[in-house]
């Protein structure tokens, strides 16, 4: 462990702006809040909510009182309920608190980027904790944006710290976010795209392999095409026992986690909502205009108080109409929405990491534009994290497509996620090994993911990457049995994208993770090293071999010559490794749709080595865009279909509810 202890020793990846000068606010108790102490938020209940003293007088009594009273059972400042309660605006709150404790309110129209002394390392500092320092002549001050309890706070040491509390000036959330991204987007911008190849070079998919780690692979390759050139048939024999083996692997790998049974559901009492913390969903959006109503009726149902929800739905600048389908949505006032600028590649990672400095919550979960998630998943996620201790940094729920009856490849691709989701993924928990995380409805701890420089703005598959990188670092992941229902691609042009997409990305995530292959083995240990090479390695390798062993198939039945398949021991080792990657797959996908109550749908299972082959030809297309066009993010279209918003998911459990 001391390679992961030696990392969480580091600094973030930006530091905290109080900090970098020097901690002046911290007879304030200034904390972001996404360091609230594990899993429950700063009880605040017994003190009076002398936030609201600047409305007295201005809106009716009873309605100050409902406030409060949901302040307590909320625990969370009296002003932010009447916010998001839609009752009064933040601006003219903010106006009207400013005005109470005889400070300035500033649009932050007039000030300029060289006004605030921060370095450019540290300006995601800003929209974390709310405040923006300002060296004004000899003078620091400090612009501070309201959330959670600062009103309360500067209100109580408005008469004790009266010499502090006059080097303040008060702005709204909006203001400080048109802030950041006129005055120093393009270097916040640079810290999503580059955070982590600065941060960590060598896990970063941009960066490029020294010349003597590229020495090993290019020697490699040397020494075969000279076998190759002197005994053709040896260098073919050796590396097709090599992908019959690798294909076993895998094949023994999924059946081991049929038979690991489901890890028993702990039961805890549920948390009172006093006790949630912030809670924060990020969603990235490009060309989703079709999506963007169901998704924000989604959002509206999960089963977590509304005033504790931070939503923040990212854009791209040049994506009109998702913008326009956002603007006339009227999403409310717990809704941020982001543009990220055009700096670097025009990925999900990249958004995600746009969002990551704005973040409030002390948890946060990721879902896509389609996603109807369980109302009872941040729930259940949070019951989890309540079971582990800290190095517990990802809670990932279960995915489901709820299109399936709309083409034969939606059908076959649900069956797919209910043998990932409900068998295969827990099955690599119990076996202690890191989790191929899915690109949704993954929740972590807000802390550790800034702690570790966030996503890969150059993986495709950022999901399956973080999985590696975090057990790498010492952390682990685990599921959950909620369920979030997706959308299945049910043309194949689409389908054909998006998993030459997810195939291109698992060869960036094993190219990356393996080349420093000792370093992995000490970092991730045997378990990570293994998981990375047969789950990663083993669906790359056989999804290409399986072209081979069809053009065989043909040439067999063609030359009416059967010793082609069976004529030596190796082609009959290729034949016992698809024989055994068609049974695994088949128990694979039963066992899913039999824990998920839709063993119904098992017969198109008798179609798998048609999915197979399409499998093969995505991931030969993955193979030469490695090569030609390795961080092109192929978009898969949504809201195309009627989807029926139901699936049977098996027993209720509290976190989850059935559909």
Known sequence: MGVQQSFRDRPRVWRQP?????????????????TAPNYRAPDHRDSPASELDCLRGILPVPLLHAAERRSRELNLGADQILIQWGVISEEKYVAHLARHLGVGFDDLSTVGRAHCPLADADLPGIAEFGILPLQEDDTLNWIVTPRAFTARRLTRFSTTYPSLIARIRLTTRRHLHQYLTEQTGDALSDIAAEGLLQMQPAMSAKSAIGWRKGLQPALLLLVCAVLALLHPTLTMDLIGGLAAIWFLAFSLLRLTCVLVPPQPEQQFPPLRDDQLPIYSVVVALYREEASVPGLLRSLQRLNYPPEKLDIILVLEPDDLRTRAAVARARPGPQVQVLLAQATGPKTKPKALNVALPFVRGSFLTVFDAE??????????????????????????????????????????????????????????????????????????????????????????????????????????????????????????????RQRSRWMKGWMQTWAVHMRDPRRLWDEAGARGFLALNIVFGGNILT??????????????????????????????????????GFIA??????????????????????????????????????????????????????GLVHRTGTMAAGTNSRGRTQR
């Open 371 to 496: 996603d109807d998630p369980d109302p009872g998943q941040l729930r259940a996620a949070l019951d989890m994290f309540r079971q582990h201790n800290d190095d517990v940094a990802c809670v990932q729920a279960g995915l489901h497509f709820d299109n399936l009856t709309h083409s034969l490849l939606s059908r076959m691709a649900a069956v797919e996620y209910a043998g990932l989701f409900a068998v295969f993924l827990p099955g690599l928990v119990a076996l202690g090994m890191p989790l191929p995380l899915g690109g949704t409805s993954n929740h972590f701890r807000t802390e550790t993911l800034r702690c570790i420089g966030g996503w890969d703005a150059y993986n495709v598959t950022e999901d399956a990457d973080l999985g590696i990188r975090l057990a790498r670092l010492g952390y682990r992941s685990l599921t959950i049995p909620s369920v979030t229902l997706e959308e299945a691609p049910i043309a194949f042009g689409a389908w054909l």
């Open 18 to 34: 109080a900090a970098a000068i020097g901690q002046p606010l911290s007879s304030l108790g200034w904390t972001s809040s996404s």
């Open 543 to 580: 999804s290409l071999a399986f072209t081979v062993l069809v053009v065989k198939l043909v040439a067999c039945l063609l030359l009416a010559d059967s010793t082609l398949l069976f004529g030596d021991r190796l082609s009959s080792l290729h034949v016992l490794a698809i024989a055994c």
């Open 585 to 638: 797959t088949c128990i694979l996908g039963l066992t899913g749709l039999m824990r998920r109550g839709r063993l119904r749908d098992g017969w198109i299972l008798a179609l798998t080595p048609i999915y197979w082959g399409c499998l093969s030809i995505a991931t030969w297309r993955a193979l030469w865009q490695f090569w030609t066009r390795r961080h092109h993010w192929e978009k898969t279209e949504h």
